[in-house]
């Protein structure tokens, strides 16, 4: 199992599982080939055998957003989005990010499970934020300052 940054010959399987998965919500080819060059975007891909899956990240120093992720539907319930996220906060952590956040439909409980064995706690939630649910906002102190 191998968590790296994504790579451009990753692009046409980032943009088929966001498709399947993020509900009409995810970004263009265009998008994700903009974000692999931009100082402010990551994408971190998970890889078995083959890709199973990935996390978009918006970059704002000392901050850190996760905008997607994303794991293919046969290869869920397996812990692989915990390695992924895991991985991925480990990376932030190392690089000095202080913080993380994300939004996530009410709904979503799987999703809120994994976040929360992370260490994510609630600190908001936007009141249908999605037009017909709720979005409840998630963070995380990544690096501890002594006081």
């Known amino acids: 199992m191998i968590v790296r940054v994504a790579e451009k010959e990753d692009l046409g399987f980032i943009l088929s599982l966001s498709k399947e998965r993020m509900e009409g919500s995810g970004s263009s080819l265009e998008e994700y080939r903009s974000y692999l060059y931009s100082k402010n975007m990551r994408i971190f891909v998970l890889v078995e055998d083959e ?26 319930g397996q812990g692989l989005a915990n390695i992924l996220l895991s991985e991925a906060l480990a ?38 934020y999605y037009g017909d649910e709720d979005a409840l906002c998630y963070e995380k102190e990544l690096i501890h300052h002594e006081r």
């Open 51 to 76: 890709l199973v899956g990935y996390l978009l990240l918006r970059l704002e120093k000392p901050e850190a957003e996760i905008d997607e992720i994303a794991i293919l539907t046969e290869k869920e």
């Open 91 to 128: 990376s932030l952590e190392k690089e000095g990010y202080e913080k993380i956040f994300l939004e996530v439909r009410k709904s979503n409980t799987r999703a809120i499970s994994l976040y929360s064995r992370n260490g994510l706690t609630l600190y908001r939630t936007r009141h249908l």
